[in-house]
C-alpha cells in the first residue's frame, strides 16, 4: 500500500510539478498520458494556484526514467499544461500530511502520545478506544512513526500525497 | 442582422467563416438540426457536403486537409454520429492532419444521464485528439472555434474536436463574433531555433562521407520541400522518403532512392543500413521503418529534425537534434552546409539501384504494380494519387513516384483500411481543377464504398482503381510466409460486380481483366470526366509484396525478391 510506494529513493521514483490551466478534463488529459505508458502514479494532490486561472499539481509516480522523460514531454505537449518539471533530486521542500486512528484504550494512551510527541505530530481527536493523530514532514518521518504505532491497531490512515516546492529564489 | 438576434449555431456559421471555411463534410442529426437550420438562415456561402457514413466524412476532410494544406470541418450529431467519427480523427492524429470536428451533444443539463443519444464524446475521443473542448455558453464559441483552428494548424498539425450541447447552439448570442484566444498553455515557436545545435548539426554534415537524408511528412507540412531538395543537391547526399513523405524530394530526381522501411526500395534500405550519418528532416522514426530500433543505422551518426519535442528520443536517441519548423531549420543548415565527395557513395547506391531494381513480372496474368505503372504514365504523373491501405498501397509507394508535396495521400500511422475512396473525394473537392485517381484494394472499398453517392451527387471526376485480389491480400501474404500458408479470415468470397454496383450508382463503372488490356481501359477511364469512374481490375490473387523486412527483424535482413515459386505449384490442389 501507500506506505511502501511513497519515498523510496530508488531512482525510479520521480516527484513532478505540473503548473495548468485551470480547464475541465485537464487532470483526466494527464492521468490518460501516464496510462497509457503504463505508469503507476502512487500519488496526486491538485490545487489551484496563486493566480487563480491556474492549477498546481504535484505527482509522484514509479517507472523507468527514460519512459518518464517521454511521459514528462508529453505531458508539456497537452494544450492546458504550462510547464510540467521533473523536481526529483533537486533542492526542494517535499512534504506531506498524514491522518491516524490508532485503537486505544485509555492503559496506552500515554505510549502513543509520546511517539506522537517524537514526531512532532499531534492528537486531533480523542474517543474512548481511539486516537486521531496528524503527522506533516517528510514521508520517511511518517513511514518510521507508522512503523512504530504498527503495535497498535492502526484502524484507517489517510495521506495526502507530497507536496513540493523550490528552495529560495528557484521557481517550482 | 444585428449581431445581438444571433443564436449560437448562427454565431458558429459565422465564426467558421471567419476561418475560411470553404467545405463542411457530415451528416445531420436531433442535436444538430439547430446548426443545419442556421446553414439557412445565415445565408451562408459555406457548402455542406451530406456524406453516407460519418466516418467517410471525415476521411473526405482528411483527403482535403492532405491535398490543399488547409483545415477540413467536420459536422456529426451526438452518439453515434459522433462515435463514428473516431477512426476518422485517429487517422488524422496520426498523420498530423489538421481537421476540426464538430458534434452536435445533448443539451447540457441532461449529460451524464444516459439521454438519447448521449456519448461522452469529448472523453472517448481524449487520447486521439491534439485538443478538445466542451462548450458550456453560446458566446465562448468564438473563442472555442478560433483557438480549434489555431491549435490545429500550428506546430504539430492535429484533430481538434468541438462538442456543442444542443442548448448552446440554440441559446442567445450575446458578444463579439471576434474574441481572444485564451491559451497559456500552447505557445508553440517553431521559429526559436537553436542555432548553435544547428552549427553542430553542419559540423557533422561536414565530416560524412556516406550520408542519407530521411524526409518524412513534418518537411510537407513546413513546405520544407524547396529547402530539401537543395540542401540534397548542395551536400550531393541522397535522399530516402517515408510513406507519407511522398512529395517531399521528388522522386524523379537521381538523388531519390525512393521510400525506405517494410516495404521500401532495397537501395533505400541498403542506403540507409550502410550509411556514416542519416539526417532526419520531419519523420517520427516509425517502427515500420526501423526494423529493431536498437539496430537501425547502429554505425551511422544519428541526426533528428522535429518540431515536436515528444518525438525526439521516443524511438531513436539521436546523436544530435534541433526542434523547430522542418523549412526554417533546413534553411538554416543550408547555409552553413558544403558540398560533400559522395561520389564513391553514390557510386555504390546507384549500383545498388542497377542490382536491385524493383521488379515484377507482366506476363502472368494481372498485377498491380502494371496498372499503378500504366496510370502513372498516361497521368504524366501529374495526378494526385490517393491509396487505401494494404498490398495495393505498398505497390502505389513503390512504383508511384511523387514530384509534389500534397500529391500523395495515404494512411500511414492509423493504416486505416476505406481511407482511401472517401479522402480522394475530399482531395478532389479541395482541387477541383487538378486530376485525382484512387487505387484501393477490394477489401478496404468496401468499407466505404457508400460514398459513391456522394460522389455522384456532385459528379466529382476521381479515377478509383479497384485491385480486387478477392483477397485480404496483406494479411494473407503474411500467412503465407510466416504462418505456413494457413490461411484464416482472408477470403473475401461473395465481393459485388464492382462495375456493375458503380453504375447502380450514376458512377461509370469499367472491368480491366486482362494485362494487354491495360491501356485500352485506363485511357477509357481517364477520358471520363462527369462524374467518378470505378475500374474493377481483376488482378492476380496470390501476388506478394516485395522487397520486404519481416516483423521484428532488421533492415539488413530484407527479402529483396520472391523466394520461389513452390507455393504457387501446390496452388492448384489449395484451390
Known amino acids: 500500500m501507500a506506505m511502501q510506494q511513497n519515498g523510496r529513493k530508488d531512482g525510479n521514483t520521480h516527484t513532478l510539478s ?16 501516464f496510462a497509457r505508458r503504463g505508469f503507476n502514479i502512487d500519488s496526486l494532490v491538485v490545487s489551484t494556484s496563486v493566480e487563480g ?52 484504550g485509555a492503559e496506552a494512551r500515554n505510549e502513543v502520545l509520546q511517539i506522537a510527541d517524537h514526531f512532532g505530530a499531534e492528537s486531533v481527536d480523542l474517543t474512548e478506544t481511539s486516537m486521531m493523530l496528524m503527522a506533516t514532514g517528510d514521508s520517511e518521518k511518517v513511514d518510521a512513526m507508522l512503523a512504530l504505532l504498527k503495535k497498535f491497531k492502526i484502524i484507517e490512515l489517510v495521506r495526502t500525497g507530497k507536496v513540493l516546492m523550490a528552495r529560495g529564489e528557484l521557481p517550482t | 442582422m444585428a449581431i445581438n438576434k444571433l443564436d449560437g449555431a448562427q454565431a458558429l456559421i459565422k465564426c467558421l467563416e471567419n476561418e475560411g471555411v470553404e467545405y463542411i463534410f457530415g451528416i445531420p442529426g436531433g442535436v444538430t438540426i439547430p446548426i443545419f437550420d442556421a446553414f439557412v438562415t445565415t445565408g451562408t456561402k459555406i457548402k455542406f457536403i451530406l456524406c453516407r457514413h460519418e466516418q467517410a466524412a471525415t476521411h473526405m476532410a482528411d483527403g482535403y486537409a492532405r491535398a490543399t494544406g488547409r483545415p477540413a470541418v ?25 481537421m476540426i470536428v464538430v458534434s452536435g451533444q445533448v443539451l447540457a443539463t441532461m449529460l451524464g444521464k444516459d439521454a438519447f443519444q448521449e456519448a461522452d464524446i469529448y472523453g472517448i475521443t481524449m487520447p486521439v485528439v491534439k485538443h478538445s473542448y466542451l462548450v458550456h455558453a453560446p458566446n465562448d464559441i468564438p473563442r472555442v472555434v478560433r483557438e480549434a483552428f489555431h491549435i490545429a494548424t500550428t506546430g504539430r498539425p492535429g484533430p481538434v474536436l468541438i462538442d456543442l450541447p444542443k442548448n448552446v447552439s440554440v441559446g442567445p448570442f450575446t458578444t463579439d463574433l471576434r474574441a481572444e484566444m485564451d491559451l497559456p498553455g500552447y505557445q508553440p515557436r517553431p521559429e526559436a531555433v537553436d542555432k548553435d545545435a544547428v552549427q553542430a548539426i553542419a559540423e557533422a554534415l561536414s565530416r560524412a ?107 531513436i536517441v539521436p546523436d544530435l537534434h534541433c526542434v523547430g519548423d522542418a523549412r526554417l531549420v533546413t534553411e538554416l543548415l543550408l547555409k552553413q552546409a558544403s558540398r560533400l565527395d559522395t561520389a564513391d557513395w553514390l557510386k555504390r547506391l546507384n549500383g545498388f539501384k542497377r542490382d536491385f531494381p524493383l521488379q515484377y513480372r507482366r506476363t502472368d496474368g494481372l498485377k498491380v504494380q502494371h496498372v499503378i505503372e500504366e496510370v502513372y504514365a498516361l497521368t504524366g504523373g501529374r495526378a494526385v494519387a490517393v491509396t487505401d491501405v494494404g498490398q495495393h498501397q505498398m505497390w502505389s509507394a513503390q512504383f508511384w513516384k511523387v514530384d509534389q508535396r500534397h500529391n500523395w495521400l495515404s494512411s500511414g500511422g492509423a493504416g486505416t483500411m476505406g ?28 468499407m466505404t464504398l457508400c460514398e459513391l453517392a456522394t460522389a455522384c451527387v456532385h459528379k466529382l471526376p476521381v479515377k478509383v482503381f479497384i ?55 485506363i485511357t477509357r477511364a481517364l477520358a471520363y470526366n462527369d462524374g467518378p469512374c470505378v475500374v474493377d481490375c481483376h488482378v492476380v490473387k496470390e501476388e506478394n509484396v516485395f522487397p520486404m523486412v519481416p516483423a521484428g527483424k532488421m533492415l539488413e535482413e530484407m527479402i529483396v525478391t520472391s523466394p520461389g515459386k513452390s507455393r504457387e505449384k501446390k496452388q492448384p490442389a489449395a484451390r
Not at chain 2, 419 to 446: C, E
Not at chain 2, 470 to 499: C, H, I, K, T
Request: aromatic letters at 6%; charged letters at 20%.
Open chain 1, 18 to 33: 505540473v503548473t495548468v490551466a485551470n480547464k475541465p478534463g485537464v487532470l483526466a488529459r494527464i492521468a490518460h498520458v
Open chain 1, 53 to 104: 486561472n491556474f492549477s498546481r499539481m504535484t505527482i509522484t509516480a514509479t517507472g523507468d526514467p527514460a519512459g518518464l522523460g517521454q511521459i514528462i514531454q508529453q505531458v508539456n505537449k497537452l494544450v492546458d499544461v504550462i510547464h510540467c518539471t521533473d523536481h526529483t533530486g533537486e533542492d526542494i521542500v517535499l512534504k506531506e500530511l498524514a491522518l491516524i486512528k490508532v485503537h486505544v
Open chain 2, 74 to 98: 467536420v459536422l456529426v450529431t451526438s452518439g453515434p454520429g459522433a462515435t463514428n467519427t473516431l477512426t476518422g480523427i485517429m487517422t488524422a492524429h496520426m498523420d498530423s492532419v489538421p
Open chain 2, 209 to 315: 562521407t556516406r550520408p542519407v537524408i530521411l524526409v518524412g511528412r513534418g518537411a510537407i507540412i513546413a513546405d520544407a520541400c524547396a529547402a530539401v531538395k537543395a540542401l540534397a543537391e548542395k551536400l550531393n547526399a541522397p535522399v530516402v522518403t517515408t510513406l507519407l513523405g511522398k512529395g517531399a524530394f521528388p522522386e524523379t530526381h537521381p538523388l531519390s532512392l525512393g521510400m525506405l522501411g517494410m516495404h521500401g526500395t532495397a537501395y533505400a534500405n541498403k542506403a540507409v543500413t550502410e550509411c556514416d550519418l542519416l539526417l532526419n528532416i520531419g519523420s517520427r522514426f516509425d517502427d515500420r521503418i526501423l526494423g529493431i530500433p536498437g539496430q537501425f543505422c547502429r554505425n551511422a551518426v544519428k541526426i533528428h529534425i522535429d518540431i515536436d519535442p515528444s518525438e525526439i528520443g521516443k524511438m
Open chain 2, 419 to 446: 481511407y482511401g475512396f472517401p479522402a480522394a473525394l475530399g482531395a478532389q473537392f479541395g482541387r477541383p481543377k487538378d486530376l485525382v485517381v484512387a487505387f484501393v484494394g477490394d477489401g478496404g472499398f468496401q
Open chain 2, 467 to 521: 485491385m480486387n485480389n478477392r483477397y485480404l491480400g496483406m494479411v494473407r501474404q503474411w500467412q503465407e510466409m510466416f504462418y505456413d500458408d494457413r490461411r484464416s479470415g482472408v477470403d473475401l468470397e461473395g465481393n459485388p460486380d464492382f462495375a456493375k454496383l458503380a453504375e447502380a450508382y450514376g458512377a461509370r463503372g469499367l472491368r480491366l481483366k486482362r494485362a494487354a488490356d491495360v491501356r485500352k481501359i
